[in-house]
């Protein structure tokens, strides 16, 4: 991400924020102390809500600053689905179903699958939903139309999931009564961006613990980031890592500025994203040689978190495909 | 003036001429092609200049025209988009004038660049010698100075579009002696004289972009070395920080060209129909996509946001880039690929054939690796 002078300022005290109150080791288990401070202290999920609506006026591309930072943490509170579910809030006429969002005292979730409408009532079942166990708003699409629908009128099972620092949930609608609050596919486009931003983010963290480890890890009497062929490869990384960090950049201002060329560039960042975050991932793995193999160690943590991100609302090769079609048509 | 008219004046220049005058030379003088055309590229260049194209972002106090980034951008891309053809004198305008403006004399800046701004002298770059490619600092070329000047032998090799060219700046060791970085000297030198020979390298293209050039007691003017002598490398170093990141984008432009080509020859094969190369070439189009937004992302960064090797980035995403572009162009169109037509290589065989020296010049990839690792990261140098 490139910084302004605010968004610098805002990138360095939330830096702060995480690793004293939420560093990785601490996602593994729920804290409501965690997401008390980010709602109640910081006012995060509000961050890019329009001042007079009650939130805090930023732009989604303050938004993706927190959102890199809290990858860093590899965060488990729903931050991301709430934040980016209260933007989309803001600007339907929906507003009313801002305020426990704002606060705190409920959370969001993104229901994306195979769901029905007939009425007002919805129908279907969705087998992974990233937050849906906490979430006391679920919003669903129902194919181009986004609804919301209170997650008490769902049956909602808690999965075990590969990820650890990440909650996964069945969802289940059996005539749900939903309300219409939007397009879906502008609500997956921001959501889309705010995972690339994550996915950025914690992929620079990963990235960094990697090239301390290989600074002060000596074999042959000698570091082992001195070795060409290691450094090759970390060189390698930051490539891809700068340039997926250019494409979010370009794709959070776009959000912001609603710019036209949003539908294309939010696939893509999300597509660019996570393929430089499951690279980097993998890669820290072996660059850690056995101690990254190990449970105790944080690398399998950002290892699973990438490839859940990457899986999750659609792959990689089709978000490039989706991106590809919409900016090659006409 | 606002942008938009901006474009819309580069626009109306650009094709009054080459939809007229200069129809011969669009689209030609690119990588594998840089024979074509010459005496009319020359001619264009010139014209460039009249039209005051030339020295575009140059400061003014410099004789140019003082154009914001975003301007330059504008014109960038509009030339590569009307298919104006490759600048024949790219190097003296984006190298050597701003070096000259940047550490010259006013002697020197009033001697040398009037004749960049207005098209009429050609530069090329004497660095690369046979002991010296990504080791630079290895530079065994000497100059001495005697009553009449400089005297300078030795060879210089890869040296683009030499065989055009009316100077030279070169970096040669002036103090006797002396190793690696100190010593060096940063010399004007003339290329029209007997003490220079230029013999262009046939390359893997069949064409000759690259010359070596032999100095066998060539001269120049006692006054022609920019900076102190013996302090040449600070300003041979400060030459590549020019390569700035403006014109990159209306590389891409030609790179769009490129990637449509290859389309069009995946369409007219068949081979777009097999999902591997659909996705293929979804892949060459998304990362295209994000060498623009890397190129937006530097042009938008200042000091305090900069990570000091976006040039280094920048690089090894494009020179990998247009290199499996090139693979792709053959695998797309299949066994047709192993045929030459008529008169030489196709525009998809030259492209695939050129796309391999980007990855060597201009720092090879493993050079650009080896700055990322120390400069970004500061990890210990390589001592094997």
């Not at chain 2, 004046?9 to 055309?37: I, M, N, S, Y």
């Amino acid at each position: 991400m490139t910084d302004s002078a605010d968004t610098a300022e805002l990138r360095s005290t939330l830096r702060g924020f995480f690793e004293q109150h939420a560093p990785t080791r601490s996602q593994l288990a729920d804290d409501p102390g965690q997401w008390k401070r980010l709602t109640t202290e910081l006012g995060l999920t509000g961050l890019a809500v329009p001042e007079e609506q009650g939130g805090s006026g930023a732009s989604y591309v303050e938004l993706a600053v927190v959102l890199e930072e809290a990858g860093r943490s590899l965060l488990r509170a729903p931050l991301l689905s709430t934040a980016v579910a209260a933007v989309v809030l803001a600007d339907s006429d929906a507003g009313d179903l801002l305020p426990p969002l704002l606060d705190g005292s409920m959370s969001a979730a993104f229901v994306v699958g195979d769901v029905t409408v007939d009425g007002d009532r919805l129908t279907g079942s969705v087998a992974q939903v990233v937050d849906a166990a906490a979430a006391g708003l679920l919003l669903v699409t129902v194919g181009d139309a986004l609804y919301a629908v209170d997650a008490a009128a769902a049956t909602i099972r808690s999965l075990e999931a590969l990820d650890p620092t990440r909650p996964l949930a069945a969802v289940e609608l059996d005539g749900a009564s939903g309300r219409r609050v939007g397009d879906a596919a502008h609500a997956l486009d921001l959501l889309h961006v705010a995972l690339a931003a994550e996915s950025v983010g914690a992929a620079r963290a990963v990235l960094e613990m990697t090239v301390a480890y290989l600074t002060v890890r000596e074999q042959f009497g000698r570091p082992l980031g001195s070795f060409q062929a290691l450094r090759h490869r970390v060189a390698d990384l930051t490539v891809e890592l700068e340039a997926a960090t250019s494409t979010v950049w370009y794709a959070a201002r776009a959000a912001a500025e609603r710019a036209p060329d949003l539908p294309v560039v939010a696939p893509l960042a999300k597509a660019t994203a996570t393929d430089a975050f499951t690279h980097i991932a993998g890669d820290a793995i072996q660059l850690h040689g056995g101690i990254g193999f190990t449970w105790e160690h944080d690398a399998h943590l950002y290892f699973k978190r990438a490839w859940t991100t990457a899986l999750l609302h659609d792959d990689a090769r089709t978000l490039r495909r989706t991106a590809f079609d919409r900016g090659t048509r006409g | 003036m606002s942008l938009a008219d901006f474009r819309g004046e580069v626009q109306a220049w650009l094709r009054e001429r080459l939809d007229g005058k200069f129809a011969a030379v669009v689209g030609t003088g690119g990588p594998g092609r840089e024979h074509e055309h010459v005496e009319e590229r020359k001619a264009w260049e010139q014209e460039l200049a009249r039209g005051g194209w030339v020295g575009l972002g140059w400061p003014r106090d410099a004789g140019g025209r003082g154009a914001s980034i975003e301007e330059q951008v504008v014109f960038y891309e509009e030339y590569a988009r009307a298919g104006g053809p490759g600048r024949i004198n790219h190097l003296g305008e984006q190298l050597a004038g701003p070096t000259i403006a940047a550490f010259g004399t006013q002697e020197q800046k009033d001697r040398f660049l009037p004749g960049i701004l207005q098209g009429t002298d050609i530069w090329c770059q004497g660095y690369s010698e046979p002991g010296a490619g990504s080791d630079l600092a290895a530079v065994r070329t000497t100059a001495v100075m005697r009553e009449d000047g400089w005297h300078i032998d030795g060879q210089k090799v890869w040296t683009s579009l030499t065989q055009y060219a009316d100077w030279c700046f070169v970096l040669a060791r002036s103090d006797a002696g002396s190793e690696r970085h100190r010593g060096l000297s940063y010399l004007l030198v003339p290329m029209r004289q007997p003490g220079v020979e230029v013999r262009p390298i046939v390359q893997l293209t069949g064409t000759s972009e690259f010359n070596e050039v032999f100095f066998d007691d060539a001269v120049t003017a006692a006054d022609n070395v920019v900076g102190e002598p013996g302090a040449g490398w600070r300003v041979a170093m400060g030459t590549l920080a020019f390569e700035r990141g403006v014109s990159t984008l209306g590389q891409q432009v030609g790179f769009a060209h490129d990637l449509d080509q290859v389309i069009a020859a995946a369409i007219s094969s068949g081979a777009v129909e097999h999902d591997a190369v659909k996705d293929q070439i979804v892949e060459a189009w998304a990362g295209l996509q994000t060498l623009r937004h890397s190129a937006l992302r530097t042009l938008n960064n200042d000091a305090s946001s900069s990570t000091g090797v976006e040039a280094n980035v920048s690089k090894l995403l494009w020179a990998n880039w247009h290199q499996r572009l090139g693979e792709l162009a053959m695998s797309v169109q299949g066994a047709a690929a192993t045929v030459v037509d008529g008169d030489g290589f196709s525009p998809l065989q030259t492209m695939f054939l050129a796309s391999r020296a980007g990855t060597i010049y201009g720092g090879s990839n493993e050079v650009q690796r080896n700055i990322i690792a120390e400069r970004f990261w500061g990890l210990p140098k390589d001592r094997a």
